[in-house]
């Protein structure tokens, strides 16, 4: 059964940090990886997703990789900003199936 | 890009109603529409796929006849939350993938329901 987990589970930092976010899941036998972006009691937003046979993706300010055969994929913000602060989120779609299964999140929070 | 229009974006209901959430893609066709689930501090978990004209597939645990979906049109899927209770006190997202095919879901703006 795959399971997605991220950590750190929460995270304050000062505006203009480079940050690191990490996903890691249990099966290697993924379609893809998405990473969204959930502000509170809205929806989400799909920043990047990377095909399983891709390494990474790019994105103004943000940068994530994926190493399969480890199962992990990590989400750089570079130069954060007050803005940013919002639920990060993982999932992964798992090979023939539709379905993403998300990681628990990672919470941040960037102060000015 | 694709919008998915969610309502309501919240409800506060007396135990033992049902409650009907809406899912609406705006500028596509949704063949297939995805109904999550999402408890406070929690991630979201999938509780059932479903695709236009078609009945709904329910992932484990989740019991079809308590959340109906139906998948009618290309452009709306309903949830009805039925004789609610406080424990399905909770904030449901839909999400819809674009084209048979597509690779990229788009999420509603999700409905927090609170059950009295």
């Known amino acids: 059964k795959q399971e997605v987990t991220q950590i750190p589970a929460a995270l304050s930092v000062p505006e203009g940090e480079n940050l690191v976010l990490n996903c890691s899941f249990t099966d290697s036998a993924i379609y893809n990886l998405q990473w969204f972006r959930q502000d509170p009691g809205k929806g989400l937003t799909s920043l990047l997703l990377i095909q399983s046979s891709q390494r990474e993706q790019t994105s103004g300010r943000l940068n994530a990789s994926l190493d399969k055969s480890s199962g992990r994929s990590t989400l750089y913000i570079a130069a954060s900003q007050p803005g940013d602060s919002a639920t990060y989120l993982c999932a992964v779609r798992p090979r023939n199936t539709d379905k993403l299964i998300f990681g628990t999140g990672t919470r941040l929070q960037v102060f000015p | 890009g694709a919008v998915v229009s969610q309502h309501p974006s919240w409800v506060i209901c007396k135990s033992g109603t049902s409650v009907k959430i809406e899912c609406r893609s705006l500028d596509f066709q949704a063949t297939t529409m995805f109904w999550y689930r999402q408890f406070p501090k929690q991630s979201l978990m999938l509780m059932a796929t479903s695709n236009e004209g078609s009945k709904a597939t329910y992932e484990q645990g989740v019991e079809k006849d308590k959340f109906l979906i139906n998948h009618a049109s290309l452009t709306l899927s309903t949830l009805t939350v039925t004789s609610a209770h406080p424990e399905d006190s909770s904030f449901y997202i839909c999400?819809?993938?674009?084209?048979?095919?597509?690779?990229?879901?788009?999420f509603g703006s999700g409905t927090q329901l609170s059950v009295l």
């Open positions: 999400s819809a993938r674009v084209g048979s095919s597509g690779e990229k879901l788009f």
